[in-house]
């Protein structure tokens, strides 16, 4: 209404900044007080669950393959899943034996070639497209394709911490800290938005903004990101027609057949599900259940108890993992953590909103769930970074490393 004015007779932006302001006041208010904490708790805590998500999507990828596949095909995707998963494992060890400090050196040569995998994505020889999106890149034409774009989310989040820290007060400042910083993460966005993927350069902009507004930028800057992410969909609404349709479908002025009967799938599960590997949408033309629809297979096959447990586990990975980077004392490897963490709860957080229709039809692989090499090796590698920066905090004594 005209004339309506906010609390204390101030305009609407003014009171949402000073607001905003205040909660991030009482955030830091919170992390000094948490400061004493050992992390070592939620670091076990955190490593216990992120095993339970690989387990139980091995669990769900077995589940898909004994129905669509002929034997032999499924004992090679079983094998290509325990590859995947098992490489997984060993790099979540290695990250936490590593850390943000002894990988701290190679952040700038990581951030070259993390750039230069974006660029691969369009170069002849090196391409892989599928359904029109340059997302994938075969080494020489040979070997498994890798993703880019989940490298790059992972390296950059190192890349912009380390950044904060070398800025330290600079950061602060609009002109000598944010923008050069932002404009840098801008340039990767464009990449990944170019492939094209919305939905990847949407996150891989929230992860890279937010691990910059946690570093020290002041809330005012924030509108900034907020305000890149508004004009990347604009873009993307008018450049790619795929892209409106999928928001035409979201505000229910068009109808996918992929979107309604995932839902159905959801649906037919009831409470308890219609058993383990019993599924029949899969079988019945819904493609993509054991990528970028993994939740409706949960729902499908164990119920709303499924989903329940999928979404308790992420839960569970959030609350441990920010309880763990509160008691980290050294502060770039406690932005890492953040980081790093904050990254993989974001994909799952879409993955969640997609099937559930909360969000517009996107492909995201649902973190260590989903099918998917480069998804399952980026995440892993990000949180073992993740506990190796608890692992370094003073506040870990030795019986309770790992």
């Known amino acids: 209404m005209a004339g309506t004015k906010s609390p204390a007779g101030l305009s609407p932006p003014s009171w949402f900044l000073r607001a905003g302001q205040a909660i991030a006041d009482r955030a830091r208010e919170a992390g000094e007080r948490a400061r004493e904490r050992d992390p070592a708790g939620p670091r076990i805590a955190l490593l216990w669950t992120v095993l ?36 997984g494992i060993a790099l979540l060890f290695i990250g936490m034996w590593m850390g943000p400090r002894r990988i701290e050196p190679m952040i700038p040569a990581l951030t070259v070639f993390s750039l ?37 989310r992972v390296v950059f989040v190192l890349w912009v911490a380390r950044r904060c820290v070398l800025l330290e007060d600079r950061v602060m400042s609009l002109r000598s800290g944010f923008v050069p910083t932002l404009a840098f993460g801008l340039i990767a966005t464009a990449l990944i938005l170019r492939e094209p993927d919305l939905g990847g350069a949407l996150l891989f902009l929230l992860c890279f903004g937010t691990t910059l507004f946690v570093g020290g930028a002041r809330m005012q800057h924030l509108a900034l990101v907020i305000a890149a992410c508004v004009f990347l969909v604009l873009i993307a609404l008018n450049s790619f027609g795929h892209v409106a349709e999928r928001f035409a479908v979201w505000m229910g002025d068009s109808t996918n057949d992929q979107v309604t009967r995932a839902a159905e799938a959801m649906a037919s599960g009831d409470f308890f599900g219609v058993g383990f590997a019993q599924g029949g949408f899969r079988n019945a033309g819904l493609q993509y259940m054991q990528t970028d ?72 692989a649902l973190p260590f769930l989903s099918d998917g090499g480069s998804a399952m090796l980026a995440a892993c590698l990000a949180v073992g970074l993740a506990l190796g920066a608890a692992n370094a905090s003073p506040h870990s004594p030795s019986t309770h490393r790992l």
């Not at 077995?62 to 995947?84: K, N, V, W």
């Not at 230069?116 to 340059?134: C, T, Y």
């Open 52 to 87: 339970a998500l690989i387990a139980l999507g091995f669990m769900i990828q077995m589940s898909h393959a004994a129905t669509t596949l002929p034997r032999d095909a499924f004992i090679e995707e079983m094998r290509q899943q325990l590859s995947f998963r098992l490489g």
């Open 116 to 152: 230069l995998g974006l660029v691969l994505v369009f170069v002849p020889g090196f391409e892989q497209a599928v359904n029109g999106s340059h997302r994938w890149i075969r080494i020489f034409g040979r070997g498994p394709s890798i993703q880019p774009s989940e490298i790059a």
């Open 293 to 364: 629809y993994a939740l409706a297979l949960v729902g499908e096959e164990l119920g709303l108890y499924g989903i329940w447990l999928v979404v308790g586990l992420f839960a569970a990975f959030i609350w441990n993992a920010q309880s763990m980077v509160l008691g980290i004392r050294d502060r770039f490897a406690a932005l890492c953590a953040f980081g790093l963490t904050i990254s993989v709860a974001f994909q799952a957080m879409v993955h969640l909103q997609v099937v559930t229709g909360l969000a517009p039809p996107k492909g995201m």
